[in-house]
């Protein structure tokens, strides 16, 4: 099956600061790689996602990268503030059923006043 | 987008004893998924829900353990069986959106077994 590895587990930042999180897959034949933020108490919120065949997608102040090659993608966060604080998990999943993901452990960030 | 109601949204149950979750999606969706995601770990897929079909388990997760319902498109439940502490975890309820796009989650039911 799959395996998402996520890294880092937790990421501290000033506020205005950028922030990178990085993870990689193994199975070649994914091709939808969604990043989600989930808050204390609640569900995982999709905040940007990228397919197969595409390299990279912006949305304001969020971007993912995408290396098919070398079979990694990561999240970027520009300009943080307090309100990016929380836990971001990066996922992958295959086919046509892109609701069956697999997820990395997950990324605490913090972003300091 | 798909809003997600799950019920309930946290328990405390004695081990031994079996709890169901309800997820109502309010659209019809013919995915519907769920997770299991132990305290402060990742989200781990249980097993994939179709109308009108067995669901399909991941490896490591039998039926007997997390009999899974799926009566219509709107609605599906999941049973935690003969609980024990190692059940205690968060269960969330996944869905795509009609155009396969996206995948949304419910609040989650925090379960505690004591």
């Known amino acids: 099956g799959e395996n998402v590895e996520q890294h880092p587990s937790t990421l501290s930042v000033q506020e205005g600061d950028s922030a990178v999180i990085k993870c990689t897959y193994s199975?070649?034949?994914?091709?939808?790689f969604p990043w989600y933020k989930q808050e204390l108490g609640k569900g995982p919120q999709l905040i940007i996602d990228?397919?197969?065949?595409?390299g990279e997608k912006k949305d304001q102040r969020i971007a993912v990268t995408l290396n098919k090659t070398a079979k990694h993608f990561s999240l970027h966060i520009t300009e943080t503030q307090p309100e990016d604080s929380a836990v971001y998990f990066c996922?992958?999943?295959?086919?046509?059923?892109?609701?069956?993901?697999?997820f990395g452990r997950g990324t605490q960030l913090t972003v300091w006043p | 987008s798909a809003v997600i109601s799950q019920k309930p949204s946290r328990d405390i149950c004695q081990r031994g004893t079996s709890l169901t979750i309800q997820c109502q999606v309010d659209?019809?969706?013919?995915?519907m998924f769920w997770y299991r995601q132990q305290p402060g770990q990742s989200l781990t897929l249980i097993a994939t829900?179709?109308?009108?079909?067995?669901?399909?388990?991941e490896s490591g997760f039998v039926i007997d353990k997390f009999p899974i319902s799926r009566p219509n498109l709107t609605f599906s439940t999941l049973t935690v069986s003969n609980m024990s502490p190692e059940d205690s975890s968060i269960y969330l309820c996944?869905?795509?959106?009609?155009?396969?796009?996206?995948?949304?989650f419910g609040q989650g039911t925090r379960l505690t077994v004591v």
């Open positions: 199975d070649s034949a994914s091709n939808y």
């Open positions: 829900a179709n109308q009108g079909s067995e669901a399909t388990y």
């Open positions: 996922a992958a999943s295959r086919g046509s059923t892109l609701g069956r993901l697999y």
């Open positions: 990228i397919r197969s065949n595409v």
């Open positions: 659209s019809q969706v013919t995915m």
């Open positions: 996944s869905v795509e959106d009609g155009r396969g796009t996206e995948a949304f």
